[in-house]
């Protein structure tokens, strides 16, 4: 199942930009959608994730009081907040899917991904 991924593009140091991420069916039970990114030259790593019911969320501490994750009133979008951007967030982010709860886990416990959408910070 391919998410439905968009968003992302070239902004300044401090800048913002939003990124979404949407699931193609209803959700039932237990689900995590997650952004990661992934920097040239870099393994990817998680960025942000949420538990699709309710508000629990995980942000890496990179990231943390600079991004946040919100939802539409449709219930099948999550969107991806990203503040005060920084060049060291210039990279490809990836949304992805999984079943269970939210942890830390690797990429490669998620099995639906969206396609990538390049952020550029510039300095």
């Known amino acids: 199942v391919q998410l439905q991924a968009s968003g992302g593009g070239l902004v300044q140091a401090g800048g913002s930009l939003r990124l979404s991420c949407s699931v193609p069916?209803?959700?039932?039970?237990?689900?995590?959608m997650a952004w990661f990114r992934q920097a040239p030259g870099k393994g990817r790593e998680l960025v942000a994730a949420?538990?699709?019911?309710?508000?629990?969320?995980y942000y890496a501490a990179s990231v943390k009081g600079w991004f946040a994750i919100s939802r539409d009133n449709a219930d099948n979008t999550r969107y991806l907040q990203m503040n005060r951007l920084k060049s060291e967030d210039t990279a490809v982010y990836y949304c992805?899917?999984?079943?269970?709860?939210?942890?830390?886990?690797?990429?490669?416990?998620?099995?639906?991904w969206g396609q990538g959408t390049e952020v550029t910070v510039s300095s």
């Open positions: 069916r209803r959700i039932f039970g237990s689900y995590v």
């Open positions: 992805a899917g999984r079943e269970g709860t939210l942890m830390n886990v690797p990429a490669d416990k998620y099995f639906e």
């Open positions: 949420t538990q699709w019911s309710g508000c629990d969320s």
